[in-house]
């Protein structure tokens, strides 16, 4: 099988993607830079066989609604498809992701992030753009409790990328779109199903916010993504999802409830060795509950950066302190600021 090959030669290149795309030949993102993976162009026909080994019995999906999300096990690694129409020719992206769950300690997260599989209630928020490893951040927090806790994880995730091996926990594994039809769905049922953690894998809607808020406050742990840049950005985000009539109450809730937001971004090496993690770290104090409860959340960033004792610590700062321990050159600093002038002052 073609496909099965591509992924071999990938794997061992050290490729974190791969895309499939009619008339081009396949490329490989190897640390962040695109490359081709032969001189074979990719026809329709071949794409066509691709995506129905792929996807199986679930091609007549890709047919009607043009695209599906899905993860298999392939030449022994576990990747993440997605499977879309472009002019009318089938694409691929393709997502290899680690063989293992790595250890929570060895990710290069901020110290303050090894607290988080002791919490017992509320919820977390990991954030960030598409492959920056919020997935792995994850994982690997569900493993270390997992490996620590006799408790009940259940995972709600759209496509099923780790699989776990229980230690001393018990954890349920759902698929968006097989399992459940959808987020809000499978939360609803979640909660009767006597569960003391949950991963959502992403908070799209308001009933999935509501009922993820709604969890929390009744003494669950709730683990979640959203696609934004920074801690501030994600309660706006879940907030201004609500109608305007209720977004009090949703300040008020995510005050009581929220622990955390980490938000990531993988990075370029100065030495052009692979990629490194910089995060931002929001640890929700008094005061920065007191901040979201007013709906001050410009003023976050400024009461973070007072707060590092309790672990918070802005991008722009996690940026800043790559550059001069010499991880990050200054122009890749600058490129991921928040605010540019600020991190371009204290770069070199």
Known sequence: MYVEQLIELAH?????????VHNLPPKFRVNGALVSASDVVLTHE???????????????????GGEIDLARTIAG?????NLFRSLGHISAALRL?????????????????LSF????????????ETGSGKSTTLAALIDSINKTRAVNIITMEDPVEYIYTPVQSIISQREIGSDSADYSTA???????DPDIILVGEMRDLETISTALTAAETGHLVLATLHTKSAADSIDRMVDVFPEG???QIRMQLSTTLEAVLSQQLL???DRGGRILACELMMVTPAIRNLIREGKTPQIASSMATSAAAGSITMDNALIALNRNRMIDAKTAREAAIDFDYVEKNTR
């Open 187 to 193: 939360l609803r049922a979640v909660l009767r199903e």
């Open 246 to 248: 209720l977004q009090r």
């Open 77 to 81: 690694v576990r990747v993440r498809i």
């Open 97 to 113: 992701l680690s063989d293992v769950i790595p250890a929570l300690d060895s990710l290069g997260l901020p110290q303050a992030v």
């Open 12 to 20: 061992g290149a050290g490729a974190s993607d791969i895309h499939l």
């Open 268 to 270: 370029p090496r100065a």
């Open 117 to 128: 599989s002791h919490l017992q209630r509320g919820i977390v928020i990991v954030t960030g």
């Open 46 to 64: 071949a794409l066509e066989e691709i995506a129905r080994s792929l996807a199986g019995s679930r091609y007549h999906e890709i047919e009607s």
